[in-house]
Antibody, heavy 120, light 107 residues
């Protein structure tokens, strides 16, 4: 069974950074792209970007280009997203999601979400 | 960016009924539209992609239609487990964008 287990809730000060993890089980992360998605109730779902864990290639939405950094550790079958220079606008739930339908960019397995709260 | 307008944002129906949810794109996305289901305590589920292709394991009471800018998710004979929030997502071009969601509740 494919599962994506995300790290726990985070509380950070403005200006700091946070690194979220997404550990895959039931498949090898090198076989699929991994997406990251931001969810704020008042703003809906926003696609951040994807990483190809096999070679580290990344693609970001322009608005997250300088905010998010996607990486992956194939030895632990885990994907990561680092968010930098945090502001209140980064308070959200973040999801990792496997790209399932190559060549289609759709998300066929999701993590449970990781809450990030940015507050002084 | 392609704007996705989903309607209605709220829908009440009874088990056994059929419902439709609309998703309109601000410009043509060909047939590259996906639908997801969100339920409390569960991870999001991919229902349909490329407009009408049913994801493996999804019941046939779910169907998708449309192309260009107008798309519809139809759920026939609602089951109790279908009451959830539904999102559309265009997968035609970067950045991928989502609709604002439709909450389907039991009447």
């Amino acid at each position: 069974e494919v599962q994506l287990q995300q790290s726990g809730p985070e509380l950070r000060r403005p200006g700091s950074s946070v690194k979220l993890s997404c550990k895959a089980s039931g498949y090898s992360i090198t076989d699929y792209l991994m997406h990251w998605v931001k969810h704020r109730p008042e703003h809906g779902l926003e696609w951040i970007g994807w990483i190809d864990p096999e070679d580290g290639e990344t693609k970001y939405a322009q608005k997250f280009q300088s905010k998010a950094t996607l990486t992956a550790d194939t030895s632990s079958n885990t994907a990561y997203m680092q968010l930098s220079s945090l502001t209140s606008e980064d308070t959200a739930t973040y999801f990792c999601a496997r790209n399932g339908g190559y060549p289609y960019y759709v998300m066929d397995a999701w993590g449970q979400g990781a809450s990030v709260t940015v507050s002084s | 960016d392609v704007q996705m307008t989903q309607s209605p944002s709220y829908l009440a129906a009874s088990p056994g009924e059929s419902v439709s949810i609309s998703c309109k794109a601000s410009n043509s996305i060909n047939s590259y539209l996906a639908w997801y289901q969100e339920k409390p305590g569960k991870t999001n589920k991919l229902l349909i992609y490329s407009g009408s292709t049913l994801q493996s394991g999804i019941p046939s009471r779910f169907s998708g239609s449309g192309s260009g800018t107008d798309f519809t998710l139809t759920i026939r004979s609602l089951e109790p487990e279908d009451f959830a929030v539904y999102y559309c997502q265009q997968h035609n071009e970067y950045p991928f964008t989502f609709g604002s969601g439709t909450k389907l509740e039991i009447k």
